[in-house]
């Protein structure tokens, strides 16, 4: 006999529901960000915590404060929204056409870079280019689908059907010019939800046992870039997309960061002579400075290799 959905599923809902009070610290500010009734909300969380069997939030202090319990369940809840909201920018994204080329970035690049590739990626060559900015989830499953050509992942969970060029990239804490880092209180993050930086610098801070807070949110790397700039917390960022408004952290003892494994990708069956040029405005921008840091190179076929 088959089981009710609800014991299989978990509703999104009652998880954004979830992820919102843990945020802003308030159902009342939960409720009004997503358009719902406080009373609405309470019964969003009590239909939750029935189905973890447990309790998520503590209302003693008449502020709600995540439990134990509760921060695990928030931390899970969101990777699944981040990749739940990913897909959602994929609907209805049809089959492109022959003269198009779908160019996939990570979500974490910054604008300078964008505008960068942009400007020697859209000049006419009789092809139309189209780009989805997304996170490295999302363009695997675009490359694996085939729709989309060709992407630059970072920190892919599997290995992407065709790779061009692979490397490891630094991470670094990056903050303001202007903030400073007191490790006897909880350490500022600036936070994509369910993202790279995310999981990294949670992860780093509690190997190591170091309190956190959420300062900001938001899912636009430039809006995370501007509060870190401001001075309202810090975050992860990988090498190549730290801009000059930041700054590394390095005057106190944070938690090491690992390398990631990035790399510029191809789906099945593409043609590379079709995107060679992409490949070349690509790996001018990205390529690593240092031959070390390379994983591996497909020999080229046609263009050399610019090296920045």
């Known amino acids: 006999m088959q089981r009710k ?75 699944i929204l981040g990749i739940n909201d990913d897909l959602l920018s994929l609907a209805n994204v049809k089959p492109h056409g022959a003269n198009q080329i779908i160019v996939g970035l990570h979500n974490s690049i910054a604008s300078q870079l964008h505008f960068r590739l942009f400007k020697s990626l859209t000049f006419d060559r009789g092809r139309e280019i189209v780009f989805r900015n997304l996170s490295s989830y999302s363009l695997l499953r675009g490359l694996e689908g085939g729709y989309i050509d060709i992407a630059l992942l970072i920190d892919p969970v599997r290995s992407p059907p065709v790779a061009v060029l692979e490397w490891w990239e630094p991470l670094h804490w990056v903050k303001g010019p202007g903030f400073a880092i007191d490790l006897s209180k909880p350490l500022a993050l600036v936070s994509f939800p369910g993202g790279l930086s995310d999981r990294m610098a949670i992860g780093a801070l509690k190997r190591i046992g170091l309190r956190y807070r959420t300062a900001f949110v938001s899912t636009q790397i430039n809006s995370r870039l501007a509060a870190v700039r401001a001075g309202m917390g810090m975050m992860v960022l990988a090498e190549r997309a730290i801009t000059d ?29 079709q995107v060679e040029w992409v490949i070349d405005a690509l790996e001018a921008e990205l390529r690593p400075r240092e031959q070390h840091e390379l994983i591996t190179a497909q020999p080229r076929k046609l263009a050399v290799v610019k090296s920045r």
């Not at 009342?28 to 239909?47: C, F, H, I, N, W």
């Not at 930041?246 to 789906?267: Q, T």
């Open 245 to 273: 408004e930041v700054v590394i952290a390095n005057e106190v003892d944070l938690p090491e960061l690992p390398r990631v494994r990035c790399g510029i990708y191809l789906r099945h069956e593409l043609e590379r002579s």
């Open 5 to 79: 959905a609800d014991d299989r599923n978990i509703p999104i809902d009652l998880l954004r529901t979830a992820v919102a009070i843990a945020e802003t610290g308030s159902y009342t500010k939960a409720a009004r960000e997503l358009g719902l009734s406080q009373p609405a909300v309470s019964l969003q969380v009590k239909r939750l915590q029935k189905l973890f069997v447990g309790e998520i939030f503590d209302v003693s202090s008449g502020r709600p404060q995540l439990t134990a319990y509760g921060e695990a369940i928030i931390d899970s809840g969101r990777r």
